[in-house]
């Protein structure tokens, strides 16, 4: 048996820290990784709201070109989803600079063009 005399006194206060660093990295980590999350469900929130804002603006001024007689399309809502998650992509999750920014575009549209003409494939326009 140990007696209470021939246990070092440091050991309890030592393991009530090290208990208390590993809880809380354990509950940091839990709250960083719901917050990341939250941020995500978020973008994606505003991303979609502001594609859907977008076809919307896109179909009224089609309906009034169209009562003018000015012919024209819109694409479906789908495009408008992916051309502002890939805008979203590349502009919030990705570094931009004045050198790199055209590259950025060339890619957001040629992502957009492949869409389009995808839907007007399957359409059949």
Not at 5 to 11: F, H, R
Not at 32 to 39: A, D, L
Not at 78 to 103: G, L, P, Q, R, Y
Request: proline fraction near 3%; include cysteine; charged fraction near 25%.
């Amino acid at each position: 048996m140990c007696d209470s005399s021939s246990i070092n006194p440091w050991i309890p206060v030592i393991s009530a820290i090290g208990g208390g660093l590993v809880a809380g990295l354990v509950a940091f980590s839990i709250h960083w990784s719901s917050k990341r999350s939250e941020e995500r469900k978020h973008l994606n929130t505003l991303t979609i709201t502001a594609a859907i804002e977008n076809w919307k603006q896109i179909n009224t001024i089609f309906l009034e070109h169209e009562k003018a007689g000015i012919p024209g399309t819109v694409l479906p809502l789908e495009a408008f989803i992916i051309h502002m998650m890939k805008i979203t992509d590349v502009f919030i999750n990705e570094k931009i600079t004045k050198e790199n920014a055209s590259a950025k575009l060339k890619d957001v549209y040629e992502i957009t063009s492949i869409v389009n003409k995808f839907i007007k494939e399957r359409d059949g326009k």
